[in-house]
């Protein structure tokens, strides 16, 4: 079975700072894929970025890097440069192979709060 | 505008009743998936859908069930037979399974 752990329950940070939220992972299967979401208090789902378990490289999206470290199972997001409308709650999940095909599981969520 | 429609945005329903929330999906998506979130918690699955007229239980199926009858559609019932069913439900789908999932804006659901 699969597992995403997400030790942060809730994240401080100053605006134009960087942030890190962690993500530690669980998986007998070689082929996986990492995916982070937003979601703000409205209730969405917002996709922010992904990474493949064969990616030799770190994804990144804009602002968003995704700091994967395979031996470790862990895949860190940073967030460079926070702004206020970062502020939400964001969701590390997975998917990967076997009886799991197909099922996206998502951690227990980071609440990130961004001062001014 | 392609994307995920959910209704209604919020219910309220007695106890003992079933209620039926909708998802419809304009993006020919093959895979769908409903989830459950409670309060500061994560997503849940409750049943994917890879193609038409075929599902498998996620996680926390019982007390549900689903149909897909139509590539667009995927409803799911929530039955008298789940016990906690007040929760946020939110639907998605994937051009593949697995694949990104694309989110509707979710059903609110309370049980007086």
């Known amino acids: 079975a699969q597992k995403i752990t997400q030790t942060q329950p809730g994240m401080f940070v100053q605006e134009k700072e960087a942030v890190t939220l962690d993500c530690t992972y669980d998986?007998?299967?070689?082929?996986?894929?990492l995916f982070w979401y937003k979601q703000p208090s409205s209730g969405e789902m917002i996709f922010l970025i992904y990474q493949g378990s064969y990616d030799q490289q770190n994804a990144t999206e804009g602002r968003y890097s995704l700091n994967f470290q395979k031996a470790r199972k862990s895949a860190n997001l940073v967030i460079s440069a926070s702004q206020l409308g970062d502020s939400a709650m964001y969701f590390c999940a997975m998917h990967a192979g076997g009886t799991s095909y197909g099922k996206l599981t998502f951690g227990q969520g980071t609440i990130l709060t961004v001062h001014p | 505008d392609g994307g995920i429609t959910q209704s209604p945005k919020y219910l309220f329903r007695k106890e003992g009743q079933n209620v039926t929330l909708s998802c419809e999906q304009n993006l020919n998506h093959d895979a769908m998936y409903w989830y459950r979130q409670d309060p500061g918690q994560g997503l849940r699955l409750i049943y994917y859908?890879?193609?038409?007229?075929?599902?498998q239980k996620g996680d926390i199926a019982e007390g549900y069930s689903v149909s897909r009858e139509k590539k667009e559609s995927f409803p799911l019932t929530v039955t008298s037979a789940q016990k906690n069913p007040t929760a946020f439900y939110l639907c998605?789908?994937?051009?593949?399974?697995?694949?990104?999932?694309?989110f509707g804006e979710g059903s609110r659901l309370t049980v007086l």
């Open positions: 859908s890879q193609i038409v007229n075929d599902f």
């Open positions: 998986t007998s299967d070689p082929s996986y894929g």
């Open positions: 998605a789908s994937s051009i593949v399974s697995p694949g990104e999932l694309f």
